[in-house]
T-cell receptor, first 111, second 113 residues
């Protein structure tokens, strides 16, 4: 079945780069997403990548996709304290409409 | 773009009561989704509407749950005879098409006493 795995915690210092990793199992995934969730709030779409791409850059965010290994990563350059949140990786299978989410990675940024 | 709006933000109720949540999607989006998120987990898909038609339901949507989208605009999610296990954040999302990203509201947090 479909499954998305993420490491649970990441701690970085302000100004450093953060790299959040995700693995997925469904080889038919068409789109892969990164969402951010702050306490008590919903999910904010950060970026997404189509499965025929291997990299996408958007300001401080870089997404890398290794389709062969089913591995997705999100790099945040110059991490700020405001980036502290839970980051969710999600996949959308070719046949479906539902997003399948990982359990989320809690990013803690210290000054 | 006013975003996806959900009401109420918080709902506290006693076990056995019925509750109803409302979701107003982004205005031009005809796809609408409901998810449930429990503590420490990612959101889990419940159901999907294209316009007023409910096209997909997950096995998580027991017969105590019903969702509607009568005019293809706002949607309601009703839970009858609530149980402790229903305590969760209920998230609504909308999209322009199934190939476009889903945009989420801030959710309704349900607490069952």
């Amino acid at each position: 079945g479909e499954d998305v795995e993420q490491s649970l915690f990441l701690s970085v210092r302000e100004g450093d780069s953060s790299v959040i990793n995700c693995t997925y199992t469904d080889s038919s995934s068409t789109y892969l997403y990164w969402y951010k969730q702050e306490p008590g709030a919903g999910l904010q779409l950060l970026t997404y990548i189509f499965s025929n791409m291997d990299m996408k850059q958007d300001q401080r965010l870089t997404v890398l996709l290794n389709k062969k290994d089913k591995h997705l990563s999100l790099r945040i350059a110059d991490t700020q304290t405001g980036d502290s949140a839970i980051y969710f990786c999600a996949e959308k299978a070719q046949a479906g409409t539902a997003l399948i989410f990982g359990k989320g990675t809690t990013l803690s940024v210290s000054s | 773009d006013t975003g996806v709006s959900q009401n109420p933000r918080h709902k506290i109720t006693k076990r056995g009561q019925n509750v109803t949540f409302r979701c107003d999607p982004i205005s031009e989006h005809n796809r609408l989704y409901w998810y449930r998120q429990t503590l420490g987990q990612g959101p889990e898909f419940l159901t999907y509407f294209q316009n007023e038609a409910q096209l997909e339901k997950s096995r998580l949507l027991s017969d105590r749950f019903s969702a509607e989208r009568p005019k293809g605009s706002f949607s309601t999610l009703e839970i009858q005879r609530t149980e402790q296990g229903d305590s969760a954040m209920y998230l609504c999302a909308s999209s322009l098409s199934t190939d476009q990203p889903q945009h989420f509201g801030d959710g309704t947090r349900l607490s069952i006493l």
